[in-house]
């Protein structure tokens, strides 16, 4: 659990004083780490909940059929901290989710990383501002 | 007053008279006494205090004589008692499909309504649900603190603020407007009720709350509800809170997700409990 | 006015420590807080509420890059020189088994769990724990005070104990709902205590002091502390809380506030706590933007000594937002759900 806590504050360069953030949620149980996948579909819904947010897709297969998928993210309360809201990710915005399916095979995955179709540029990045995420608002 | 019209007259003239030399207990549509609340050290009325509502509209808003409960095995014990009701003019104005949705939702009350399943309360449900809840007043920013399920609302006394999504417990900004404690909520979720009888709105819900102090240990609550996808009109509620006297009353802890766990994942269970449906 | 030049002083050697930190007026093993914060940086008075009291109220962010536990190889050294000590500390431990004083090991690093940053969402798309997180600044090498800067250990039957739940723990951890976490319940967090200790992430708080109270709501997850500052007694010994029952009182300019009657399940430093638990904390405004945090765990049923803590809290702009965990809670039908699948194959 402290590895993975270490793991998932990389990048970040931030000493933890505490007990495995992550703890609280036990990933392996909800999401197979043999089962990588990516999706590309345009948001339906964005779920601002706690403990994660969940952005809902429509995504196309290639037989043209549309399966609708839950894809599972942070909390958005520091999202919210840093200036994004409900409007941030509009419906009909299409992205780009990497991640992990669910193990128990619904059409659900946890979003590792998430980028816009349009210019590839990661969510919720670059700034404050929510239009400075490549969305164009 | 439907007797003669002198008759009537008289009794008005008599009844209003008695009224007035009384200091008037408003009913929940009138307008609250002119009670004028003891003040904070800073000037405000004084709300700080332990309160709770002492009616049965958590059961039901609406005037109702009583009726049975979901549950056969809770008997009496769990049926709806009578209520006055809280909503002025008695009737929810709702659009016909809405009004279809809440003859729905109490069918099916005992799958839909959110007390069941541990979740905050909302607004304004959280004020009359039948447990205490307390304001701790600050300067700057007032604290409700409910005891079911632990919800809380800070109400922001400054300029007005917006929220960035929904939430249980919505977003709410405050004044004083005389005695009185005007509260503007937006950004509700659409997933609480009015109460446990499926009165229910949309996330469109707009609520404009007003506590008042008619007396030293009572407080006028007026809640306007304003919900154009679901209701044809504006209405109100309104009801007297009564302050807990007791010596040290306090909000205890009402965690209640361990008590809702069999109800929300029990059918994920390893192995099913024994004896499904009964208490342990 | 002698003091205000001496407080000048002071704050003038405090501002090259960034001060944060309390002259430790104890040797030895501190058994409990005395030490008084150091005066704030520059001439700063306390503000009041209407009663006259302290004037605590705000909004503040408690998180921090300080471990609950001092490195080991840091000994009795409870401060660091300077920033430049500390970064050089933090990168000398990445080198090594990282983990709680070491610094994150970069995204390209190995994985020994076997899940990987990819399993999980990525926390800085979400600015979670981030760099645009405020921190109080501190040169403690741990949140834990004294010499050893360390959990104490426990008595034997306290570990026996808990090393049989765990063990039990192993073998069921999945039956049920009522077999999780208590945060993956989302019953309570693990932090909210008391003693309130920082979060990985939405780690604020806010403080409002009506007539005769003190309330305290920490975002994670919504708990709200009321605390009577009226000088009244505990409540019932029946009545157990998640939160303890905590009465409070000024000392001064200080606010100290006991707290007991923990429900049986809480945990305190991985420990589930005895009805002989008590905490006390110290809450002490110290400058415009700051309040110290020191805290005392005294249970003499788990540890062997008591110990202690102290941290800053810092002002943040806005307010809290709900982290309506219980809710939202999609993960734990899922999990169950991932649990009973995976058994099936």
Known sequence: MRNKLALVLAGAGILLAVAPVWAHHAFAAEFDEKRPLKLQGVVTKWELVNPHSWIHLDVKGPDGKITPWMVEGGSPNSLFRNGFTKESLPEGTEIIVEGYRAKDGADRAVGANLTYAKDGKRLFMGGSAPGSNGDGK | ?280 | MRRQLLSTLIALVAVVLLVSAPVVAQTGAQASVTAKPAPAAKAWTMPRTPDGKPDLQGVYSNATTIPVARPANLGAKEFYDSEADKAATAAAAAGGRGGRGGAARPAAAADPEGNGLAVHYDTSQFGLGGPTVKRAASLRTSIITGPEGRVPAVLPEVAKAAQDRRAYQQAHQWDSAQNRPLAERCITWGFEGPPMMPVGYNSTLEIVQGQGYVGIVQEMIHDTRIIPTDGRPHGPAEIKRWMGDSVGHWEGDTLVVETVNYNPLVVIQGQQVSDAAKVTERFTRVDADTITYQFTVDDPKVWVKPFSGEYNMVHIDGGLYEYACHEGNYGMANNLSGARATEKK
Not at chain 2, 64 to 86: D, E, F
């Open chain 2, 1 to 280: 007053m439907r007797i003669c019209r002198l008759g009537g007259w008289l009794l008005a003239g008599t009844a209003g008279a008695a009224l007035l030399s009384l200091a008037v207990i408003p009913t929940p549509a009138q307008a609250p006494a002119a009670y004028k609340a003891l003040k904070t050290k800073d000037g405000k009325p004084n709300l700080n205090g332990i309160w709770q509502a002492n009616n049965e509209a958590n059961w039901d808003i609406r005037p109702h004589a009583a009726y049975a409960g979901p549950v056969y095995t809770l008997g009496a014990a769990y049926s709806t008692p009578a209520g006055l009701g809280v909503v002025d003019g008695g009737e929810l104005p709702y659009k016909p499909e809405a009004a279809a949705k809440q003859k729905d939702n109490f069918t099916n009350r005992l799958k839909l309504d959110p007390e069941i399943k541990c979740y905050m309360g909302g607004v304004p449900r959280s004020t009359y649900m039948p447990y205490p809840f307390q304001i701790v007043q600050g300067t700057g920013t007032i604290m409700f603190v409910y005891e079911y399920a632990g919800a809380v609302r800070v109400i922001n006394m400054g300029a007005p603020t917006k929220a960035p999504a929904d939430s249980w417990m919505g977003w709410s900004n405050g004044h004083w407007e005389g005695e009185s404690l005007v509260v503007d909520v937006t950004s509700l979720n659409d997933s609480t009720w009015f109460d446990r009888a499926g009165n229910w709105h949309s996330d469109a819900l707009h609520v404009i709350e007003r506590y008042t102090a008619i007396g030293p240990d009572a407080l006028q609550y007026e809640a306007t509800i304003d919900d154009p996808k679901v209701f044809t009109r504006q209405w109100k509620m309104g009801m007297p809170l009564y302050r807990r006297l007791e010596k040290n009353a306090q909000i205890l802890e009402y965690k209640c997700v361990e008590f809702a766990e069999e109800v929300l994942y029990g059918h994920l269970r390893k192995q099913p409990l024994q004896g499904k449906g009964d208490s342990k």
